[in-house]
């Protein structure tokens, strides 16, 4: 099971005891995934499709106890190759729809237009509770939503068909901290966050809080293993840092010895050379610590940079390059 099913399947398990909660959930369910039929014999008629059992059975427990009308609920096999349930969640005339309809404010007039969606559902946002809130936007997520697998990237979406649900949605995600933006995909809008903490208080706000659990592992191990990482890189890059600058330093030396004589250095730069001939593999500090007296990493680093310079400046002198 993905992600993004285990999340839908626990937001399913939310229990829900105001009706004014009950309300807001199910009108973001019909506005974001609800198609309206028309027809002259048999009326009008609200069916919501999914391929979560949970789901439709949420959509059901819902209309049921808001409305005291029972939907008829179709099961099918998808065509395609992998051949997915679908089910279908049909709310019809026989079955109270004008209720329905009455309750979440849809326009019967203008609902064979190619936008009724659009008109499916006018809540009060400014004035909803908090708790409102809430369940409209575990509706939204349920009725149009996914999110990634946190494992590789962080990313949520619900899909709108309209802008003007895009900002409904968006500004519900505003009110709790959350930095949604909106982009436009073929005929449909979406509205998603892709911050890994704004996708952890999103679950926390529709409650999905093991589903909050477990990504929060995932961040942290994640984050420990950037941070493993990133110590690795740069202790890596010191090392090679310091075994150039060694082979560098070994290599002038050794052109001194050849060209100039390393008897003619002064000897605190006589000293160190031979040290450095001798112990190729040792830290500055270690090279240091064998002078007497001894010497600092810095007082170290000081002298093999004059043998570079010494050695630079030889070759100049000689039409040599290095």
Known sequence: MSFSSSVKNELCRVEINKKCCMYS??????????????????GISISITTENAAFARRVF????????VYPQVIIRKGKKLKKHT??????????????????IGLNLQVANSLKAKDKLCKLDFPKMDICCKRAYLRGTFLAGGSISDPEKTYHLEITNH???SALEVCSLMKDFGLNPKIIKRKNS???YLKEGEDLVDFLNVT???TALLEMENVRILKEMRNNVNRLVNCETANLDKTVNASVRHIENIKYINEHIGLGKLPKGLREIAELRLKYKDASLKELGEMLDPPL?????????????????Q??????EKK
């Open 25 to 42: 959930e199910l009108a973001a369910v019909i506005r974001i995934g609800g198609v309206v039929n028309l027809s002259d014999g048999e």
């Open 61 to 68: 427990s819902l209309a049921k106890s808001i409305f005291k």
């Open 86 to 103: 679908l089910y279908i969640v049909v709310i019809s005339s026989s079955l109270g729809v004008h209720e329905f309809v009455e309750n």
């Open 162 to 164: 309209s802008m003007e």
């Open 189 to 191: 809008f979406i509205t």
């Open 207 to 209: 409650g999905a809080h």
């Open 296 to 312: 600092g990493k810095s007082g170290v680093n000081h002298r093999l940079r004059k043998l570079d310079r010494l050695a630079q």
């Open 314 to 319: 030889d070759r100049e002198l000689k039409g």
